[in-house]
């Protein structure tokens, strides 16, 4: 692919990855500097090379000195200007890191990350009401978008292990859980709440409901899944006949979806699952912040 199109920023990217998914971590930040020169004002390659500087390669200081380079180069990019706030929090530099989160939402409002990267910042530090100030601008103009639900989730998290609100958090799980229902993550911190307060239809309730959505998302992955198996098959068979073989497809992928829900009947929550968000109880605050510990969490 690199030979067909030296300059194209996303097969170096996905390239790296793959070398860095493999343990090659040297090889990994040669193929990134080799599309920087490439494609030197690629926001993703900067971004990519200062993780990669941080996390794997000559340190902090480098890693700085690529991602405001990239930034210089990208005027209205977030991601970048968010990764530089994250990596000053790793420092320990807090009134950079500041700096560099407002930086962000300058360069582009709309970039939930850096919101929700500032938000949880502001709240790791104790300054709960600054969070909830970032979480509500963060949603003016995103509350639509799908990234909208990891802020209302974050606030949601705040108001139950900071706040005790656990009327409002509730809340705000089930604003989170109307734009992206499938997101396990949002259920299980529900839940964990629900078993935090002890009380048991609470998590009845949302137990059943979280293992509903899960297996409504597993059929209609198994749905695509026969959908991509079966198709090119019954249309080749058919010949002239396609659409006849549509019809076929859509009784197998109905007959499949059927028995995939008798053997996935709820009925009532299984005990593992319970034991298994146990922990999420006592930890929510900081996975909601692990972010701050590594990598830039950018869309």
Not at 8 to 35: K, V
Not at 132 to 143: I, K, Q, S, W
Not at 175 to 189: E, P
Not at 248 to 260: D, F, I
Request: net charge neutral; no cysteine; aromatic share 6%.
């Amino acid at each position: 692919a690199v030979a067909l199109d030296a300059g194209s920023a996303p097969t170096y990217t996905a390239w790296a990855r793959m070398e860095g998914e493999l343990g090659d971590r040297e090889e990994q930040g040669r193929i990134l500097q080799d599309g920087l020169d490439a494609s030197p004002k690629n926001r993703y390659l900067w971004l990519d090379i200062g993780v990669w500087e941080e996390q794997h390669g000559r340190g902090a200081a480098v890693a700085r000195e690529h991602l405001r380079t990239g930034a210089e180069l990208n005027p209205r990019d977030g991601s970048l200007r968010q990764a530089l706030a994250l990596l000053e929090a790793r420092q320990g530099n807090a009134q950079r890191a500041r700096a560099w989160f407002k930086k962000a939402v300058v360069a582009d409002a709309y970039h939930i990350p850096s919101w929700l990267s500032w938000g949880v910042f502001e709240w790791r530090r104790g300054d709960e009401q600054r969070a909830r100030e970032l979480f509500r601008r963060g949603l003016l103009g995103n509350a639509k978008r799908e990234g909208a639900a990891r802020i209302l989730h974050a606030w949601g998290a705040l108001e139950w292990r900071s706040a005790g609100n656990v009327t409002v958090a509730r809340e705000f799980f089930k604003a989170a859980l109307r734009i992206d229902s499938r997101s396990m993550t949002l259920w299980d911190t529900w839940l964990a709440l629900e078993m935090d307060t002890g009380d048991q239809s609470g998590v009845a309730e949302v137990s059943a409901a979280r293992t509903q959505t899960r297996s409504e998302a597993a059929m209609a992955s198994e749905d695509l899944r026969l959908q991509s198996l079966l198709a090119p098959t019954l249309v080749e068979a058919g010949g002239a006949e396609a659409p006849a073989a549509d019809s076929v497809l859509q009784r197998l992928v109905v007959w499949a979806a059927s028995q995939s829900r008798a053997a996935n009947d709820a009925g009532a929550l299984d005990k593992r699952i319970a034991l298994a968000v146990q922990p999420i109880a006592a930890g929510v605050a900081a996975g909601i912040g692990e972010h701050l510990s590594g990598g830039s969490g950018s869309a």
